[in-house]
Nanobody
Framework: QVQLVESGGGLVQSGGSLRLSCAAS????????MGWYRQAPGKQRELVAR???????DYADSVKGRFTISRDNAKNTVSLQMNSLNPDDTAVYCC??????????????WGQGTQVTVSS
């Protein structure tokens, strides 16, 4: 089984910064892609950013220029540096990864989520 554990959420004022981190553990062959989704109350879940094992990165238009995703393949971790936060960024942020198992099956796993609240 695979576990994803997030850390780093919290309350910040508008214009501030937060850094989210996620560590993967368990038994697997490799991690194809890791990233972050978020969901605000009453809104659909949104892909915030993702990074492949080769370093290809995608961002949601709403966070481009403000958020930076990074990954440490050796440590199986992914981080999200969030700058210039605004109240629209308030949401539960979930770490996600597409894992290749030891039998070469491919499955998605999710963390529990961490709350990010930006006050105006």
């Amino acid at each position: 089984q695979v576990q994803l554990v997030e850390s780093g959420g919290g309350l910040v004022q508008s214009g501030g910064s937060l850094r989210l981190s996620c560590a993967a553990s368990g038994t697997f062959f490799s991690i194809y892609v890791m990233g972050w989704y978020r969901q605000a109350p009453g809104k659909q879940r949104e892909l915030v950013a993702r990074i492949s094992s080769s370093g290809t990165i995608d961002y949601a238009d709403s966070v481009k220029g403000r958020f930076t995703i990074s990954r440490d393949n050796a440590k199986n971790t992914v981080s999200l540096q969030m700058n210039s936060l605004n109240p629209d960024d308030t949401a539960v942020y979930c770490c996600w990864g597409t894992f290749v198992s030891t039998t070469r099956s491919v499955n998605d796993y999710w963390g529990q989520g961490t709350q990010v609240t930006v006050s105006s």
